[in-house]
């Protein structure tokens, strides 16, 4: 079934330069990118993206408020990619989310390698470079918050006349 997801390429991959090279692993999937930015987002917002009732719950309130610095520490690149279960794809691509624990070849394993305990000791959000949505609703409520409609482009790609 053809979905959309949001993407973040996270403030420690854009300052390490690897926003080129983590857009291709997906391009490279035949995803398509329906809607791309860079934006520095604010304390308000970050709330928004990462709720207390969701990251506070599941991990503790000490992450969600590291994660909350992390996220707004530089620019993010936002795109938001459309494809066949492109959710479950995309995070397949990313890796878990330990970069130490995540494979090779995923974004996660061959960019990151900070693990749970480096980053609780240096009190920090774990910096795993990247962020997919989980589901699908978490995709939509995502989608909506980080672009307007307008923003979001329908259109052929090479993959619809080729794959599907
Ligand atoms: P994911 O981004 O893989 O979907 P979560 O939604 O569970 O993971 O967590 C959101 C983000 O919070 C993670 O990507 C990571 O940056 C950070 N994080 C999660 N758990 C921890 C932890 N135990 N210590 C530090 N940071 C964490």
Known sequence: MVER???????????????????????????????????????NFAKKH?????????????????????????????????????IEVVRKICGPTEPKSAQPGTIRGDFAHHSYSSADAGQKAIRNVVHSSANKDDAKLEIALWFLEKELHTYKSVQDFCMY
């Not at 590291?66 to 459309?82: D, M, Q, R, S, T």
Request: charge should be neutral; aromatic fraction near 8%.
């Open 5 to 43: 997801t949001l993407v973040l390429v996270k403030p420690d991959a854009v300052k390490r330069q690897l926003t080129g090279r983590i857009v291709e692993r997906f391009e490279n999937a035949g995803l398509k990118i329906v809607g791309m930015k860079m934006i520095w987002v604010d304390d």
């Open 50 to 86: 990462y709720r207390e009732d969701d990251i506070a719950k599941r991990h503790g309130e000490t992450v969600w408020k590291n994660l909350l610095k992390f996220i707004v520490e530089g620019p993010v690149v936002a795109f938001v990619l459309e494809g066949n279960d492109v």
